[in-house]
């Protein structure tokens, strides 16, 4: 039951498994109710990497955007079946698992339930020694690593646990690759012969760049590897700005919009700044983007692993996770 609630998982094989050491899967989180819901806008708009002002201006800031967002943020949350986010992190933690010999994986979450903190705790207290803690965020970006590690670094410092936190990934082959086979297999699934391919990344305040925030840069390094190694054309859009600051440019509608005006015939949308598939991908860029405004063009999009549905890249992204992981638990101490 208790692995269960911290979001633990172990391979039924019967190798002998190395119990002193374990692996830790990192997102932001997802909410299954409403109450979870609101508790997660209130984290999230509680962390100073995500809303930089003085705690008592954020923490006016936090109650309007709560009480503005909990009700219709639910509703568009129940619209799109809930997020999948949770159980295709479980799906990956077993997948890993299984990759490691019966290593014990676990999933953890920035602003949901399992917290990091318990979670780091929980392995401690059943004779953990290192800790590889993975977040499936392959870009640094303060407002995810970052609160990330603010929870990490908020664990109390431990005398029998070594704790390595996996650093940004968007550059190594093995991303790329899996990126590719990615791309590859939508444009065959959806009878596409050369597409232009439509990268798609969480948008940033510009206010981030600012203060010297190389996730626009880690980003376009990704998509310059992804499309030299595919040999298709290529271009990066920005999806879920939210509030009224200026975020990064140009949008997904905006970038489809000169696609077609350019003459583009076939687009694939490839959601490249995540792993798993969340609602900011099942809404954004599936149920909320009106494929109609652009009735020249025939666009798909690249599908990220759900946890229910097998992904075609499963293999590449077992490598990817084990390569990080052993790199990670190889590290000096």
């Known amino acids: 039951m208790l692995n269960r609630i911290f979001g633990l998982f172990r391979s039924s094989g019967k190798a002998k498994r190395d119990l002193s050491r374990a692996v830790l899967l990192v997102d932001?989180?997802?909410?299954d109710s409403q109450e979870e819901y609101r508790l997660y806008l209130e984290r999230l708009f509680s962390d100073p990497d995500v809303l930089p002002a003085p705690r008592p201006i954020r923490w006016w800031i936090r109650r309007r955007i709560v009480a503005k967002r909990l009700v219709p943020g639910w509703r568009r949350y129940v619209a799109n079946g809930l997020s999948p986010l949770k159980r295709a992190v479980a799906a990956l933690a077993r997948s890993l698992s299984a990759e490691l010999d019966g290593m014990q994986v676990g999933a953890a979450y920035t602003f949901a339930e399992p917290q990091i903190p318990e979670?780091?705790?929980?392995?401690e207290k059943m004779g953990v020694r290192e800790l590889a803690v993975v977040p499936l965020h392959p870009h640094s970006c303060r407002a995810s690593r970052g609160a990330m590690r603010r929870r990490i670094?908020?664990?109390p410092p431990s005398r029998t646990m070594r704790i390595d936190v996996?650093?940004?990934?968007?550059d190594n082959p093995l991303f790329v690759r899996f990126w590719e086979?990615?791309?590859?297999?939508?444009a065959y699934a959806n009878r596409m012969e050369r597409p232009h391919v439509l990268f798609s990344a969480h948008g940033i305040p510009l206010s981030y760049l600012k203060k010297g925030e190389t996730y626009l840069d880690e980003v376009r390094a990704s998509c310059d590897a992804i499309g030299l190694s595919l040999g298709?054309?290529?271009?990066?859009a920005f999806q879920s700005a939210m509030g009224r600051g200026?975020?990064?440019?140009?949008?997904?509608?905006d970038e489809l919009t000169r696609l077609e005006k350019n003459g583009a015939k076939e687009v694939l949308i490839a959601p490249v700044t995540f792993l798993a598939e969340n609602l900011e991908t099942i809404a954004d860029l599936g149920s909320e983007l009106d494929r109609s405004r652009w009735p020249g063009m025939k666009i798909a999009r690249?599908?990220?692993?759900?946890?229910?549905?097998?992904?075609?890249?499963?293999?590449?992204?077992?490598?990817?996770?084990?390569?990080?992981c052993k790199n990670a638990q190889s590290q000096d101490t």
């Not at 979670?119 to 392995?123: Q, Y």
């Not at 086979?181 to 939508?186: D, I, S, W, Y």
């Open 232 to 236: 298709l054309e290529w271009s990066l």
């Open 181 to 186: 086979r990615l791309v590859k297999e939508a």
């Open 166 to 170: 996996v650093p940004p990934y968007g």
């Open 302 to 324: 690249v599908l990220l692993p759900d946890g229910s549905t097998p992904c075609p890249a499963q293999k590449e992204l077992n490598e990817l996770l084990v390569s990080l």
């Open 246 to 253: 200026k975020w990064t440019t140009p949008s997904v509608v």
């Open 119 to 123: 979670t780091i705790a929980k392995f």
């Open 153 to 155: 670094d908020a664990v």
């Open 28 to 31: 932001m989180g997802a909410p």
